[in-house]
Structures are given as C-alpha cells and as structure tokens.
C-alpha cells in the first residue's frame, strides 16, 4: 500500500502543477492580441490539458480509490474523509471546466478578461489548502 500511496502522491502533485498552470496560460491567453501568440497558447493548452493534466488526473484518483478501498467502510464513516471527498468533487469539477476552457479558447470564443482568469487561478490553492489540512490534522475524527 505505500507503494500506491506514493504513486498517488506523485500524481496529485503533477496533477496540481497543471491546474496551477493552465490557468496561468488562459491569463496569458486572454492578453494575447497577436495571432502567432494565440495559435502558440491553444497548443500549450491542449497539450498540457490532454497530455499532462488528464493522465496525472485519472491516476490519482485511481490510486486515490485503490487507497480507501481495502478501508472504504471504515472510512466513510469519517467526516474528515467525508470532507475530502466533497473537496475533491469539487476540484473535479474544476479540472473539466478547465477542459471546456481549452475548447473555448481553441474555437476563439473567449470573452473573460485576464482579470477573471488571474482570480480563477487561485481557486485550487484554497482546495489544496483544505484537503491536506483535512488528510494530515484529520479533524472532526
């Protein structure tokens, strides 16, 4: 099992280096005026969404799964967990906005200024924030 939790470890923080960084690009993105820099950050985009994030996404939470599985009665029955999970939703959520986000930027359909996209930016620090505050402390046991 310390095997997969490394594994989970590893892939949450890749996962979290995409989702601190697309956004960053969509910032970037929305500033562009240029076509050469707009066409540059639709494959930067792309790229990272579909050759980084995803991946990275869909093993942690695999792993993630795998983890509480052998313990899944024992440990939906904790709110701490039951927290986590909430957490975790909504990062899932967040993840494939970000996907759709890509799509709106790739079809030239974005209307939000970098402004938004600067503040959209720091929505996962606070569920990063919560969740290891949650699994470490683990309040409310």
């Not at 579909?50 to 599985?69: C, D, E, K, Q, T």
């Not at 790739?106 to 924030?129: G, I, Q």
């Amino acid at each position: 099992m310390l095997w997969i939790k490394a594994f989970h470890i590893l892939t949450i923080i890749t996962w979290f280096a995409a989702l601190f960084y697309l956004p960053r690009l969509f910032v970037y993105h929305a500033m562009s005026k240029d076509e050469i820099s707009i066409e540059r950050f639709k494959i930067m985009e792309r790229k990272l969404y579909r050759g980084i994030m995803m991946p990275s996404f869909a093993i942690a939470i695999f792993m993630g799964v795998w983890l509480s599985y052998e313990r899944w009665d024992y440990y939906i029955s904790l709110l701490w967990f039951q927290l986590k999970l909430v957490l975790v939703t909504i990062l899932i959520a967040y993840h494939f906005y970000c996907g759709y986000l890509v799509r709106v930027f790739a079809e030239d359909k974005n209307t939000r200024s970098h402004t938004f996209y600067r503040w959209f930016n720091e929505f996962p620090v606070l569920l990063l924030v919560g969740i290891i505050i949650l699994v470490v402390v683990k309040p409310f046991q």
